[in-house]
Nanobody, 115 residues
Framework: QVQLVESGGGLVQAGGSLRLSCAAS????????MGWYRQAPGKQRELVAT??????TRYADSVKGRFTISRDVKNTVILQMNSLKPEDTAVYYC??????????WGQGTQVTVSS
């Protein structure tokens, strides 16, 4: 079992920055990768960024150049969000891939960007 605890969401003005954190605990030895997804009202959930054990990263085209995913300490993943836009407003969910068989999800943290 894996538990994911998210923090760092909030309200920010367009052009501002936020830093999201996701800490994994439990059977973390078997986590292959971690990442962030988001879901805006009336929209489907979409991938934002992922990072693997060897630190390979992947980003959605909409956030490239603005967001950075990194590993702070082992099994703690950071999403640094800069130059935020109103369209970034969504609930952001931390994700962990467990043995390539199961996806664990955090509870979600709200990010609101005002214009």
């Amino acid at each position: 079992q894996v538990q994911l605890v998210e923090s760092g969401g909030g309200l920010v003005q367009a052009g501002g920055s936020l830093r999201l954190s996701c800490a994994a605990s439990g059977s973390i030895f078997y986590i292959n990768s971690m990442g962030w997804y988001r879901q805006a009202p009336g929209k489907q959930r979409e991938l934002v960024a992922t990072i693997t054990k060897d630190s390979s990263t992947r980003y959605a085209d909409s956030v490239k150049g603005r967001f950075t995913i990194s590993r702070d300490v082992k099994n703690t993943v950071i999403l640094q969000m800069n130059s935020l836009k109103p369209e970034d407003t969504a609930v952001y969910y931390c994700n962990a891939d467990y043995r390539s068989m199961y996806q664990y999800w955090g509870q979600g943290t709200q990010v609101t960007v005002s214009s």
